[in-house]
């Protein structure tokens, strides 16, 4: 990637330095051109030496030089300057042989245009001096008659200089194309080391690029995009290992009571002169635990069913107030038989919500249960039932033992129970509030666990009233 970048890089900036120069070459051309198209018009050209010359100096009419800015200056043999109109660039009345001769050599490099004429008769030397407004010299001159070493060693030279010049544009080129290369690999391959990683696995991999340009955006993408790969992957991993535990409860839950049922059964079979007192308690001893099994499949069943992509709820509009009350009404006997007490406040007004009645009896039922189960005889359960913001809040608390506080954030979980020995007869399977809490969800509500200051235990129905 690197060297195919750079050479790329590298051929656009030669062509762009060998058009540059082109470029150059040709402005020159043109320039010279367009000098000579108005050269004609220029002051100098309209009054040259020749035009104005005399035989005798004092018989020269210098008047449209000096109105056009310019100046006439007559310098005899002896280099004195007998004529001087307009502008005068000598500034001296006399000359020496020597300044004169300077005067003529440096002429062509001053500011000014010269035009100096030799009048043989006269024997003097016309100058007509006019300001040169821009000038630029560039030519290429030649002669045929030149020798041929002279030739060789002249084209030589300009050989010499012309390869040198393309040699260090070219080298130029090069670095040029090298810096701007690198301003484009350095980010590229860093983003590249960055899917590498991400493809081999480690999804922890971040790209820094330090940059403000379009490559921060690409790395802002890139960046995010490992992050939720990163998330995704633990959420993955965490359900495949919920998955896992979820198997292994099950397996463990089922394996006692049918390990006792075959047990049980078998003793039964093989047992010799076996009293009907005992045949009456093994054969309790299986239905408890066939109960158990079944009630665990049963609920097993329940959560696969709540948790498939296919599970609906056949919601029916529903005077909540009235169907908990009717709710509340079976639970009593089932309270009074146990030993509990109970206290029942809900609203008298027609509140209605849209209910699956079936599953939604399973929550209280089940909240009802466990609050039976854990706790002692006399034990106060209570169940409030308010409207708060178009929520229909259901608070279903007891006075008894409470939930213990390490369990609180984790209880709604499957096969989280306060009773952790699995081979508790009493304890149940640890799937009823999580299924309780799906139910709730399912109906738009929730189900949560309140922070209970008094004894006991408070969960908190809601489900949005229509
Ligand atoms: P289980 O089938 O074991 O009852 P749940 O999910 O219904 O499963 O309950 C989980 C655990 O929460 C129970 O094992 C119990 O320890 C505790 N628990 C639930 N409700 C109460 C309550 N009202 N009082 C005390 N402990 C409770």
């Given at each position: ?8 890089f ?24 367009a ?52 502008l ?14 300077t ?46 070493g ?29 810096i ?87 003793l ?42 296919e ?84 608070e ?40 309780a ?30």
């Amino acid at each position: 990637m690197k060297r195919k970048l750079s050479n790329q890089f590298f051929r656009n900036f030669l062509v762009i330095f060998l058009l540059t120069i082109l470029a150059t070459v040709f402005a020159f051309v043109l320039l010279s051109f367009a000098s000579n198209l108005i050269s004609g018009s220029l002051a100098k050209s309209r009054y040259p030496a020749s035009a104005i010359i005399k035989e005798d100096y004092k018989e020269i009419d210098a008047t449209a030089v000096v109105q056009s800015g310019g100046g006439v200056q007559v310098v005899d043999k002896e280099y004195r300057v007998v004529y001087s109109q307009g502008l005068d660039t000598i500034g001296k009345d006399k000359l020496t042989a020597e300044e004169f001769t300077t005067f003529l050599t440096e002429s062509k490099s001053k500011a000014y245009h010269y035009d100096i004429l030799y009048q043989p008769k006269g024997e003097f030397w016309l100058i007509v001096t006019f300001p040169t407004s821009i000038r630029l010299d560039f030519s290429l001159v030649h002669n045929k008659e030149a020798s041929a070493g002279d030739f060789r060693r002249a084209g030589g030279v300009i050989a010499f200089v012309m390869l040198s010049y393309l040699s260090i544009i070219a080298l130029f080129a090069f670095i040029y194309s090298r810096i701007t290369a690198a301003s484009i690999i350095i980010p590229l391959r860093k983003l590249s080391d960055g899917t590498k990683l991400l493809r081999e696995g480690d999804y922890s991999a971040r790209v820094d690029l330090r940059l403000k340009n379009e490559f921060a955006e690409l790395q802002d993408t890139f960046n995010d995009m490992a992050a939720r790969i990163e998330h995704e992957i633990s959420l993955r991993k965490k359900s495949e290992e919920d998955r896992r535990g979820l198997i292994l409860d099950i397996s463990h839950d089922l394996k006692n009571p049918m390990s006792s049922i075959q047990g049980y059964a078998e003793l039964l079979m093989e047992k010799k002169g076996i009293t009907e007192q005992e045949r009456k308690e093994y054969l309790e001893i299986i239905l408890n635990n066939s109960k158990r099994a079944n009630q665990l499949l049963t609920e097993l069943f329940e959560l696969s069913q709540i948790d498939s992509p296919e599970f609906s709820l056949k919601l029916v509009k529903t005077d909540i107030c009235e169907y908990i009350r009717q709710i509340c009404g079976e639970l009593v006997p089932q309270l009074e038989r146990e030993g509990f007490k109970y206290e029942f406040d809900i609203s008298e007004e027609r509140v209605f919500v849209m209910l699956d009645t079936n599953r939604f009896s399973r929550i209280i039922q089940n909240l009802a249960n466990n609050a039976m189960q854990y706790n002692p005889e006399g034990t106060l359960v209570t169940l409030k039932l308010t409207v708060q913001n178009q929520q229909v809040v259901i608070e279903f608390s007891d006075n008894g033992i409470g939930i213990p506080e390490h369990l609180a954030d984790s209880i709604f979980k499957p096969f989280v129970r306060g009773d952790d020995s699995r081979n508790s007869k009493t304890g149940g399977s640890g799937l009823g509030l999580y299924i309780a809490k799906k139910i709730a969800e399912a109906h738009g509500g929730d189900l949560i666990l309140c922070p209970n200051e008094n004894k006991g235990s408070s969960f908190r129905i809601t489900i949005p009233a229509i």
